[in-house]
């Protein structure tokens, strides 16, 4: 089983809808998470951590839920502007700064 | 205005050669990293390095060298040993310690000729 895994879609939604994705990952031991959005080739950026009460920017919602070892990502009135793939990431405990990112989930919003 | 830089963009190597990319930052970062992207794939870690002089292999460092000679440098060359070089490298820095947050340079793209 892989580290950290992603549906890769691609979701296609129209503009205004919610969509929502998961991140699942195997090391219990995680203890950072977050969500970097990627466009294409071009470089990942943050667009949020995750914490373990989860947390709100805008438009983006992230919770983290341990018990079922996933963190999700909720997109609100998604914009065109939102077409890109997310990347979800996670560093295990322990040692050095070590993140394990996902495939990612590409996303397409259309008119 | 701070942040990192990757030279070149693209890159084409030929059969048997080595070639160096590039990874200047001006965050004052201590720590740095590499990765290779390819399609469809997550970012998967090369090299890192936390502090000058001092560096780690990462999950493929298999064909891969680096340095750390200066704390804003941390060339990557690609070794005739790698013998599937087609991807896309990006560097990261963090600020190294509880900060775990990577700001990446825009990559640069290495193809095979």
């Known amino acids: 089983r892989k580290e950290v895994e992603q549906d890769p879609g691609p979701f296609n939604v129209p503009e205004g809808a919610t969509v929502a994705f998961n991140c699942t990952y195997s090391?219990?031991?995680?203890?950072?998470f977050f969500w970097y959005r990627q466009d294409c080739r071009k470089e990942p950026k943050l667009l949020m951590s995750v914490y373990s009460s989860g947390n709100e920017d805008g438009r983006f919602t992230a919770q983290l839920n341990r018990a079922s070892q996933y963190i999700s990502l909720l997109i609100r009135d998604s914009k065109l502007s939102d077409s890109a793939t997310y990347l979800c990431a996670l560093k295990a405990s322990g040692g050095y700064n070590k993140l394990i990112f996902g495939a990612g989930t590409r996303l397409a919003v259309h008119p | 205005d701070g942040g990192i830089t990757q030279s070149p963009k693209y890159l084409f190597r030929k059969e048997g050669q080595n070639v160096t990319l590039s990874c200047e930052q001006n965050?004052?970062?201590?720590?740095m990293y590499w990765y290779r992207q390819d399609p469809g794939q997550g970012l998967r870690l090369i090299y890192y390095s936390q502090i000058v002089n001092d560096f780690q292999k990462g999950d493929i460092a298999e064909g891969y060298s680096v340095s750390r000679e200066k704390k804003e440098s941390f060339p990557l060359t690609v070794t005739s040993a790698q013998k599937n070089p087609t991807a896309f490298y990006l560097c990261?820095?963090?600020?190294?310690?509880?900060?775990?947050?990577?700001?990446f340079g825009s990559g640069t793209q290495l193809s095979v000729l």
């Open positions: 090391n219990s031991a995680s203890q950072s």
């Open positions: 990261a820095s963090s600020q190294g310690g509880a900060n775990e947050k990577l700001f």
């Open positions: 965050l004052n970062h201590d720590a």
